[in-house]
């Protein structure tokens, strides 16, 4: 992180702190108002996850330096799920690159169900990275010498965002792969078109692997901190993801990173996120916080309810929003002519 960046992470805490006196007491003020938010319900279409407290509920915000904000249930484990993917898309993108990732799969927003059975009519490709269809694509790409090889490499990366040994529940892993026929007939479709090679049914296995990795809300917070400050772990320092990769990530996250309200995402809260059907949502304001929430009640799209109220008032709140006109032009031109010269 250069010196620039830090002054703007400090600007940025600054405004979140006089906005409401200190930023700990504005986050509680957020979690008391939203546990009084019952709606939606726990997913159960994977038997593990119905047995999740519905009230627990917890917000973390990880500055760009490392600095914590937390409050509520901020250490209680769960299954990651779809909140794995954009990271999967990370790695393969390290292990083969842009230009032959983007032949197994798109980026583009599909409108669809995350678990919809549809294809790109054209390419055959899976939309996007981030609906499970892209999801199992993506997996496929993880490179290894065998599948404990590729499943280790898994395991090593998202140890690198969190900064800690992760490790999968086994129960959900079992859960996950027993009722998992609909991703079995993704795999199967994909495979009649060449998007996923011989090993796909491996890939399956390293698909519902990852969606059964444990975390806690901090470590959601972690990585979207690590991906804010440019793929590095602000805490242990240690390079999570190429730096060249970090900016895909957040795009596809961006745009498709909320299933199929992904575009009102956009629209409203403005910030590279991801949700999963456990509860947990992780956001990223680039090059300033990563902000993790969890709470397993769902809307109707998958996403979960005070997850996405916490992060939109968030975003009001302090002026979050990609394209929220903070930066005056002059200033700009300021900054511009200042690194001319240098
Ligand atoms: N394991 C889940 C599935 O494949 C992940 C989906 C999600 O979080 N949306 O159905």
Redesign the pocket.
Known sequence: MNIEQSDEIDLLLGRMKAATAPLRTTLREIHDRGRGDHRGEVAT??PELAKANPDWFGICIVTAKGDIFEVGDVQQTFSI???SKPFLFGLALEDHGLDAVLRKVGVEPTGEA??AIVLDEVSNRPFNPMV?AG?IATADLIAGTDYPDRLSRMLAMFGRYVGREVHVDNKVFLS?RIT?H??RAIGHLMRNFGMVGDRFEESLEL??QQ??LLVTCRDLAMMGATLANGGVNPQTRERALDARYVKYLQSVMLSCGM?DSAGEWAFRVGLPAK????GGIVAVVPGKLGIGVFSPRLDSR?NSVRGVAVCTELSERFGLHAFESGVPLESLEQQLDHRGRR
């Not at 949700?275 to 456990?278: C, D, K």
């Open positions: 279409y994977i799920q779809s909140v995350f678990n499970n999801a996950e998992g609909r991703n698909y519902f969606c059964s299933y949700s999963g059907v456990s998958g």
